[in-house]
């Protein structure tokens, strides 16, 4: 016997429908890419969209095309994936800071049909242009007047090209109708090994991972809130903020191309945001800032941290001296991204603060829909007790069941599970810690070594700003660490300081073999410390140990 409740689609184009009648007034504002700050309601945001949406339609694109994105978060590139997925176009975000020669493969591997661009891209595009054959339309996401000056075919003005399309009053009738499980978005994960993969979000999911991130347990967002995502639309949908904010009326503020600390600073004070997201490496950058000028954080409330560790040094900073506090995340572009969130259980309010922070360190706890375990090499399942470590697997609603056009098939199994590629600890409470990537991991005579474990204990050494742990070839262990320290401007410490840091805080077997001082630490187009770089740097690296 069925239920009887309506069939009621969960098309991801009902979020701005709602969020524009029943939050019309609601701001959102953005740093533009022009310059100045742009402000803009959801109102005008859904109307907006059915213009694009009917103006893609007036020239031909239909359901199931592939539409790009190379847009930094923006009240456009939020008009952009409504309007796009609208229609039943598939918006595919492109993630600028990858090199020419990958987005061209990705634009082709995807097939785009038109490109929609910032016009600090527009140099990028004129060079890509001639190379994606695909791509009939390009979309300068401005106005006439501040149109590039390039060579770009079939190319119009954002401004212009919605204006094509026709308004509707009423919200809702306009936009095509079809299955809640048509393709709606793509994204392709950085590919630091291979070529870039992409994964293939459906309307439902991202409507459930919407749901699942606004979660008073998750970013427990509500219309009250003012949003900053720092975290980029092209990197794995802004961890769902751009859904989940307008599911509830939150105010959005974008931060456009200025993602520096003094920039995002600006913005966190003069539209008093109380939520804010981004990777760790942005927070470094808010946070050296705040050290220097001595600004405080009074409106801020909350801040996500994820796309890689966050040092339990950084969230201290945070909840002690700005009185905000950390939620530390974990997800990948194949889970939309959102995997776990480290907010706290009841039973550990009455913990002491030093405790807490050993969960909050944790990469957390998994929301209703995503389905966890760890494995051996044999698939085998491996106990939850916080010690044993293992291939982290999972499965949910949100969670990609193969990548576009059949590749990388060997990461999904029959049972549904998709292999993250992560290595990792569950507790009995479900607080996930990551101790590696699957191949960063080092092995020393045949045991495994956390080089998370290590670069998240190493930042607290007050003279350090990043540090990263890679494996050198050993003659007696096969691999021993070696830790990659950059300092902290005007700060100086030696080997033997950082080392005597760490001694008694890790197992003896993990110190590292040696520390080597660098200026910079290399790092990919999502903020990951690019640990393949600095293996091929460190390639023929002798430690003061291999003699033994
Ligand atoms: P990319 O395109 O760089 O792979 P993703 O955001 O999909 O971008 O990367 C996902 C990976 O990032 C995860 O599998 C994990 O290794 C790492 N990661 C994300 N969040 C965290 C975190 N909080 N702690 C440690 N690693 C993380």
Not at 248 to 259: D, F, T
Not at 512 to 537: C, N, W, Y
Request: net charge negative.
């Amino acid at each position: 016997m069925l239920g009887q409740m309506q069939d009621w689609p969960l098309l991801v184009h009902r979020i701005i429908d709602h969020a524009s009648l029943y939050h019309h007034d609601r701001e959102v504002v953005s740093r533009s890419v022009e310059g100045p700050i742009h402000r803009t309601t959801y109102g005008e945001i859904g109307r907006r969209a059915h213009r694009l949406s009917n103006a893609l339609q007036k020239r031909g694109f239909k359901l199931g095309d592939r539409i790009g994105t190379m847009a930094w978060n923006t009240w456009r590139h939020l008009e952009a994936w409504y309007g796009i997925a609208g229609m039943g176009g598939i918006y595919h975000t492109l993630n600028p800071r990858l090199f020419p020669d990958q987005l061209v493969y990705i634009a082709n591997h995807a097939e785009d049909r038109a490109l929609f661009f910032d016009i600090t891209f527009a140099p990028l595009v004129e060079k890509l242009a001639p190379q994606m054959p695909t791509v009939r339309l390009y979309v300068a996401m401005t106005d006439r007047a501040h149109l590039p000056d390039v060579k770009i075919p079939n190319l119009v003005a954002y401004e212009d090209f919605i204006a094509e399309g026709d308004e509707h009053p009423f919200p809702g009738r306009e936009w095509t109708e079809f299955d809640e499980n048509t393709a709606c978005g793509l994204c392709y994960t950085s590919g630091t090994t291979g070529n870039p993969k992409g994964v293939l979000y459906s309307h439902r999911s991202n409507v459930l991972h919407g749901f699942m991130a606004a979660q008073p347990d998750a970013m427990c967002l509500r219309n009250a809130d003012t949003v900053l995502p720092v975290v980029p639309m092209f990197h794995a949908n802004a961890w769902a903020l751009a859904f989940a904010a307008p599911m509830v009326g939150s105010k959005l503020v974008m931060p456009g191309p200025k993602l520096d600390g003094a920039s995002i600073y600006e913005l966190l004070e003069t539209e008093k945001v109380s939520l804010t997201a981004a990777v760790p490496t942005v927070w470094l950058s808010l946070l050296q800032d705040l050290e220097k000028t001595g600004n405080m954080l009074p409106h801020l409330n909350r801040v996500l941290i994820g796309g890689s560790a966050c040092p339990r040094s950084m969230i201290e900073t945070f909840e002690k001296k700005y009185e905000v506090t950390v939620v530390h995340a974990w997800g990948m572009t194949e889970m939309s991204p959102l995997g776990t969130l480290g907010t706290l259980k009841a039973k550990m309010d009455d913990l002491p603060y030093d405790k807490k922070l050993d969960y909050k360190t944790k990469q957390g706890h998994p929301p209703f829909g995503v389905e966890m375990k760890i494995t051996d090499d044999e698939n085998g399942e491996l106990p939850r007790d916080g010690k044993a470590f293992g291939r982290l697997k999972v499965r949910g609603p949100c969670v990609a069941k193969g990548y576009f056009r059949g590749d990388g098939v060997s990461s999904f199994d029959e049972a549904g599970w998709f292999d993250t590629g992560d290595v990792a600890t569950i507790d009995p409470d479900g607080y996930m810690t990551i101790t590696d990537r699957a191949k960063d991991v080092i092995k020393s005579g045949g045991e495994w070594i956390s080089t998370i474990e290590i670069e998240n204990l190493a930042v607290g050494h007050p003279a350090v700003a990043e540090a990263a742990v890679i494996g050198v070839r050993h003659p007696k262990w096969d691999e021993r660490p070696l830790l990659v320290i950059v300092l902290k401007q005007g700060q100086s410490a030696s080997r033997e300081d950082i080392l005597k840091y760490l001694d008694g805080k890790i197992a003896k077997w993990w110190m590292p073999d040696d520390v080597a001082f660098v200026s910079e630490i290399p790092h990919t187009a999502t903020g990951k410390i690019q640990k393949i770089t600095l293996r091929e740097t460190f390639a023929g690296y002798r430690l003061p140990t291999a003699a033994e």
